[in-house]
């Protein structure tokens, strides 16, 4: 199996920054895209952004300009680095990957999503 554990989140100030982290773990072979969503409460879950393995990303329209994901291809890790926080992003922030791993001496395919880490902006 695939893990993924995220960091980072917490209680800032509107106009704030925060940065969340996620890394992967397990039999991974390879990852494909990362990417980040959240839910808040009595809302759906939205794509905040993803990344595929080149680097291309794309992202929410409401969090355009503010946010900015990256990857470290070597740690298994994708950030989310959020900067000018509202009080609307605040939500529950799940990271989510896909890709192959080892699995019984084969590969096989994976998705996977972490725990989920609570952001939290005040006005």
């Known amino acids: 199996q695939v893990q993924l554990v995220e960091s980072g989140g917490g209680l800032v100030q509107a106009g704030g920054s925060l940065r969340l982290s996620c890394a992967a773990s397990g039999n991974i072979f390879s990852i494909n895209a990362m990417g980040w969503y959240r839910q808040a409460p009595g809302k759906q879950r939205e794509l905040v952004a993803g990344?595929?393995?080149?680097?291309?990303?794309n992202y929410a329209d409401s969090v355009k300009g503010r946010f900015t994901i990256s990857r470290d291809n070597a740690k298994n890790t994708v950030y989310l680095q959020m900067n000018s926080l509202k009080p609307e992003d605040t939500a529950v922030y799940r990271c989510n990957a896909d890709g192959r791993m080892w699995y019984s001496g084969a590969l096989s395919s994976f998705g996977s999503w972490g725990q989920g880490t609570q952001v939290t902006v005040s006005s």
């Open positions: 990344i595929t393995s080149g680097g291309v990303t």
